[in-house]
């Protein structure tokens, strides 16, 4: 059973390191959180590596697309120098990287498979069976989430035992035959489009809640009291200072 904790750090501690970098789930375990989100998305040649972007140029010195670039160029990129001179270096890590490290730091995580369009199945079987190779026996339950149906639905079909969450900007119409159609353990809803009704109605129908991305503490207290489970957060360490 999975016990969901409050404060979850979003791609990693990425207010104090280079998101979904080893640097940023170093820095999340070092921030005493106990889970992180990461994405993970196909290389052009179907590896899974953890980074949030469609396209390279935000956050490393490649440019163009992830979906588009081969692995033998992603692994060369520089993924930290963006944020600051002292992760100069830092790399686009594996999905088989990340989950060795985390097992590593003892962390929990919420894995969001984020598949480019058309690869919405294979991300997630790509991304599902290295969690099935790597994640130990007995360590923290994962949390297998997607804004993609299609791969959501993979997750439950191919019978892989953890739970999932559906992530949405805006609530569907349809998020209750969503929730029973996939066998959803939650959702996963931007905060900013959040209401009091909408979080009692989705708790009401027995299902956990996350809210994305939350960094401001009074947000985060308010979103508490409303009924939310856990919110992803950015600087877990000011929140967990903030919110005991
Ligand atoms: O999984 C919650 C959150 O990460 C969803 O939005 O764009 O930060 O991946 P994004
Ligand atoms: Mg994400």
Same mark, same amino acid.
């Given at each position: 059973?999975?016990?969901?904790?409050?404060?979850?750090?979003?791609?990693?501690?990425?207010?104090?390191?280079?998101?979904?970098?080893?640097?940023?789930?170093?820095?999340?375990?070092?921030?005493?959180? @106990?889970?992180?989100?990461?994405?993970?998305?196909? +290389?052009?040649?179907?590896?899974?590596?953890?980074?949030?972007?469609?396209?390279?140029?935000?956050?490393?010195?490649?440019?163009?697309?992830?979906?588009?670039?081969?692995? /033998?160029?992603?692994?060369?990129?520089?993924?930290?120098?963006?944020?600051?001179?002292?992760?100069?270096? /830092?790399?686009?890590? +594996?999905? /088989?990287?990340?989950?060795?490290?985390?097992?590593?730091?003892?962390?929990?995580? =919420?894995?969001?498979?984020?598949?480019?369009?058309?690869?919405?199945?294979?991300?997630?079987?790509?991304?599902?069976?290295? #969690?099935?190779?790597? *994640?130990?026996?007995?360590?923290?339950?994962?949390?297998?989430?997607?804004?993609?149906?299609?791969? #959501?639905?993979?997750?439950?079909?191919?019978?892989?035992? *953890?739970?999932?969450?559906?992530?949405?900007?805006?609530?569907?119409?349809? *998020?209750?035959?969503?929730?029973? +159609?996939?066998?959803?353990?939650?959702?996963?809803?931007?905060?900013?489009?959040?209401?009091?009704?909408?979080?009692?109605?989705?708790?009401?129908?027995?299902?956990?809640?996350?809210?994305? @991305? #939350? =960094?401001?503490?009074?947000?985060?207290?308010?979103?508490?009291?409303?009924?939310?489970?856990?919110?992803? @957060?950015?600087?877990?360490?000011?929140?967990?200072?903030?919110?005991?």
């Amino acid at each position: 059973m999975l016990e969901l904790p409050r404060i979850i750090a979003h791609r990693g501690a990425s207010a104090s390191a280079p998101e979904n970098t080893i640097a940023a789930f170093r820095a999340a375990a070092a921030a005493g959180a @106990t889970y992180v989100e990461f994405d993970s998305s196909l +290389t052009s040649d179907g590896r899974p590596v953890v980074f949030h972007d469609d396209a390279l140029d935000r956050t490393t010195d490649g440019t163009g697309l992830l979906a588009e670039t081969s692995f /033998e160029i992603i692994k060369h990129l520089d993924a930290g120098s963006w944020f600051g001179p002292r992760f100069a270096g /830092e790399l686009v890590p +594996t999905l /088989e990287e990340v989950l060795e490290a985390l097992a590593d730091l003892g962390l929990g995580f =919420n894995m969001e498979i984020k598949p480019d369009r058309g690869r919405e199945a294979e991300t997630a079987r790509m991304s599902l069976t290295a #969690v099935a190779d790597i *994640w130990p026996t007995g360590a923290a339950v994962p949390l297998i989430s997607s804004f993609s149906r299609a791969s #959501v639905a993979v997750a439950k079909d191919s019978g892989a035992p *953890w739970p999932r969450s559906f992530l949405f900007d805006r609530r569907p119409e349809d *998020w209750r035959e969503i929730g029973e +159609t996939l066998a959803l353990f939650g959702f996963g809803a931007n905060h900013t489009h959040l209401d009091e009704r909408q979080v009692a109605e989705i708790k009401d129908a027995g299902y956990r809640l996350s809210a994305y @991305t #939350v =960094n401001a503490p009074e947000r985060a207290s308010l979103l508490f009291n409303w009924g939310v489970d856990a919110i992803f @957060t950015d600087d877990p360490a000011m929140m967990l200072r903030s919110i005991p």
